[in-house]
């Protein structure tokens, strides 16, 4: 938001220096970013006299200029303007001065004759488009005058930084008021006069709103025998210092009122409008519609129109329609005010990608009581500079009223937030001079009623926070909370509980070598196509900032996959990456249709050991991670887990569900070939994801029991089965578990060998006998070993060799 300290003199009587406003906006939370002069090549050019003027003796085009500078000798300039005459003022480029363009002005001979100069036009000043002839000043100027002085463009432009949620300084006079409740300063409105007459705008034009929620108001007035032309030199002048672009007397116009109160306006040639009528109305179909820029958009059915009684004619807040648009012979003007709901506004301008000054004030937010002003305002300068006649009235649709809020505050709850002394009396003229209402009430309670312009006002905080601003948040001072909590003291929330659990699992992931990444919770639908991924149980984003974060994540996968892949194209290939985070499904049972998990995602991809002698040259394969898993699973002493083989899933192959008793865990696998080429990856990728919420709950169940280590010595035996392909080691695991004497201390799978010419596998399990308390015999160890044997012999499909 550009504001011009010129202008804001005339709402408000500020006396002090620039550098202490630009600091009392910043403290103010309105950050200056810039401050700088709003027409930067000027200062180098004066203004001059003409004193006599005769043809260029060479050329008939030319005339041949001397001019006074207010030195003690005119210079002499060749002039090929046909406006030149004796005795006009005009801008004057010296020789040596550079130009708006960056061309340089050097004295030099134009047919057989010195040029000391340039007289100007007012495209080679930046001012405007006219270049027919040179620029005249008024005569009230000295001859050597600077010609911003001349034409009393000197100013301060300042570049303040507006937040989302204050809407009612994207004005002149918004940020007025709070120059005004700083200083305890006077605030000055516009002058809004109008001469009115007969008949009755309500009368000729009508006005309906048939979706009051998001149109609150819309009111409108009539100007006829509008003369159409350019605007004066001050109002041009004004606009370009404010970064905009001088059109027309009437569309001018509509942009400075905007500027000056934040209240958008359009204006509507009546004469090609049906009726004439006003309806708000939303789209009901898909149409196309051309803006006034000339593109024609598909529209959606809930985008919201401006119809005429046939068709529509603008697009509500954003912009106006072609059929509709001003133009020199248009000489009756309908002129619109309104207040649109900023979620409806928003909606649309993002789908569309169009945003406008109007749009981007409608989202924030416009003063509903003050329309009528700001509309006043630009009739009253029509008027003023067309010569237009105003009908009386407005033509209005009110379907919902602005109504105050009303805000309980507690001075004594404000100091003890703030750490301030903020005294009631200070409390209350703050509060007074940004337009809230206040009754005192009793006992230290307040009732605070808004004014229409705060919108970001709802809460009692709200009001500790204007407090604060204007007393200076720099005041507060900088103590540390004292914090009466024993280092013992323990907090047996469940926040707590999940906190820890989480830190605990982030500490063995790193203690065995992971990596840890974080993703943003939103990804895009394209990344999720690509893992197949059904499209009815994502959450879409209504308004996503970008088409690569629309969607909230179903699952880690996307998040890890895409930080693969910014390593991989880096050349940094051999990952072992790891990320605790939340996920994100549809669930229509729920208020919120969100149901969260958090979730333990797990990629590896690259060699298993480092690339150096004498590590062998191997890549990652499912054992490695694998044995992640029931790494994890030991650590948290759950180290039972079943692996049951998942024939069909969307992204991995092979897959693998990860169970323990009937609670699903998770799953693990390769990433299809696919999608491994979308992720740039050069090896295997394996991907691993957890339920850390069903983790945490087994984990609170686990009892964890100490057993002293025997001091006896440990006896192995060696049991090698034959089995077919098609038996899993999980069952004979089951088994060896079920008919498990207390001798047996451990067993593993030592071996797996196939013979060749036959399907079947020789499997060397080796079993490890202790007892507590003595030294095993052979024939104890041989009795429980060959019934062990024999119990799965008889349970299973296998033999011995």
């Not at 009732?447 to 709802?458: E, G, I, N, Q, W």
Request: hydrophobic content about 35%; aromatic content about 6%.
């Amino acid at each position: 938001m550009y504001l011009s300290l010129n202008w804001l003199l005339e709402c408000t009587p500020y006396s002090g220096s620039v550098d202490e406003l630009v600091h009392t906006l910043t403290m103010l939370g309105l950050e200056v970013e810039e401050v700088s002069e709003p027409f930067p090549s000027l200062p180098p050019f004066r203004a001059g006299r003409i004193l006599d003027c005769r043809q260029h003796p060479e050329a008939d085009s030319l005339t041949l200029c001397r001019v006074d500078l207010g030195g003690e000798q005119p210079l002499d300039i060749v002039c090929g303007a046909p406006n030149v005459e004796p005795g006009l003022y005009v801008p004057v480029a010296p020789a040596g001065t550079e130009l708006p363009s960056g061309s340089r002005v050097e004295r030099t001979k134009i047919r057989g004759r010195t040029s000391e100069g340039m007289i100007l036009s007012e495209k080679e000043l930046g001012l405007g488009e006219d270049h027919s002839g040179i620029m005249v000043l008024g005569e009230h100027v000295s001859p050597g005058t600077p010609l911003l002085e001349a034409l009393d463009l000197k100013d301060s432009i300042l570049d303040v930084e507006i937040t989302p949620n204050r809407g009612d300084c994207l004005s002149i006079l918004g940020i007025a008021r709070e120059v005004a409740a700083s200083f305890g300063l006077p605030l000055h409105f516009p002058p809004t006069g109008l001469q009115q007459g007969p008949p009755d705008c309500a009368d000729s034009v009508s006005v309906s709103v048939l979706d009051g929620p998001a149109c609150p108001l819309y009111q409108a007035r009539v100007a006829e025998k509008v003369h159409f032309g350019a605007s004066p030199d001050w109002l041009r002048y004004r606009l370009l210092a404010m970064g905009q672009r001088p059109v027309n007397a009437v569309v001018d116009i509509t942009n400075y009122v905007m500027l000056e109160t934040g209240q958008p306006l359009h204006a509507f040639d009546l004469d090609r409008l049906a009726g004439p009528g006003i309806r708000v109305d939303r789209s009901g179909s898909e149409r196309d519609f051309t803006t006034l820029d000339g593109h024609t958009r598909r529209l959606s059915p809930e985008d919201l129109l401006i119809w005429d009684l046939e068709r529509p004619v603008a697009l509500a807040g954003i912009m106006g329609g072609r059929d509709t648009e001003i133009s020199p012979d248009s000489s009756r003007l309908l002129l619109e005010s309104a207040v649109f709901d900023p979620t409806t506004i928003r909606k649309t301008a993002r789908r569309l990608g169009l945003s406008s000054e109007s749009s981007y004030r409608f989202e924030r937010g416009v003063d509903q009581v003050c329309s009528r002003m700001a509309l006043d305002r630009a009739a009253h300068l029509i008027q003023r500079l067309t010569g237009a006649e105003v009908r009386q009235g407005v033509s209005q649709s009110e379907p919902i009223a602005w109504r105050p809020q009303r805000i309980t505050f507690r001075p004594e709850r404000a100091r003890s937030l703030l750490a301030l002394d903020a005294t009631d009396g200070f409390c209350r003229r703050t509060l007074e001079a940004h337009g809230c209402g206040i009754d005192t009430g009793k006992d230290g309670v307040w009732t605070v009623t808004t004014p229409s312009h705060r919108k970001d006002l709802s809460r009692e905080e709200d009001l500790v926070e204007e407090v604060g601003r204007v007393y200076g948040f720099e005041e507060i001072p900088e103590d540390l909370p004292r914090v009466a909590k024993s280092l013992h003291q323990e907090s047996h929330t469940p926040e707590k509980a999940e906190d820890d659990f989480q830190r605990k699992i982030r500490q063995w992931a790193k203690g065995i070598g992971l990596q840890e990444v974080i993703n943003y919770s939103f990804v895009s639908s394209a990344d999720l196509d690509a893992l197949n991924l059904p499209r009815e149980s994502r959450l879409e984003l209504a308004n996503p900032l970008t088409s690569e974060q629309d969607t909230l994540r179903p699952v880690l996968a996307p998040g890890l996959l895409l930080s693969l892949r910014l390593n991989v194209d880096r050349n940094s290939e051999d990952l072992r990456l790891f990320e605790v985070a939340r996920a994100f499904e549809l669930d229509t049972r729920l208020e919120t249709r969100s149901r969260e998990t958090t979730r333990l995602g797990i990629a590896l991809h690259g060699s298993r050991y480092p690339r150096s002698w004498p590590w062998p040259g191997e890549t990652t394969d499912f054992l490695d991670l694998k044995g992640v898993v029931q790494n994890l699973l030991s650590t948290l002493h759950l180290d039972r887990e079943d692996w049951i083989e998942q024939v069909e899933h969307p992204y991995l192959d092979p897959c693998a569900r990860i169970r323990i008793g009937k609670e699903d865990l998770g799953y693990a696998g390769q990433l299809k070939v696919e999608a491994s080429r979308r992720y740039h990856a050069r090896h295997p990728v394996w991907l691993a994801e957890i339920d850390l919420d069903r983790l945490q709950a087994m984990y609170r169940r686990v009892t964890v029991t100490y057993t002293p280590w025997s001091r006896y010595p440990p006896v192995f035996r060696d049991m090698t089965l034959v089995a077919g392909p098609d038996l899993a080691f999980e069952r004979i695991r089951h088994q060896i578990e079920t008919a498990r004497s207390p001798l047996l201390d451990s067993f593993a799978l030592l071996d797996i060998y196939q013979p060749p010419e036959t399907s079947n596998r020789n499997l060397t399990l080796r079993m490890v006998y202790r007892h507590p308390e003595r030294t095993l015999t052979d024939r104890e160890v041989d009795n429980e070993h060959g019934a062990l044997g024999d119990h799965l012999q008889r349970t299973l499909p296998v033999r011995f060799p």
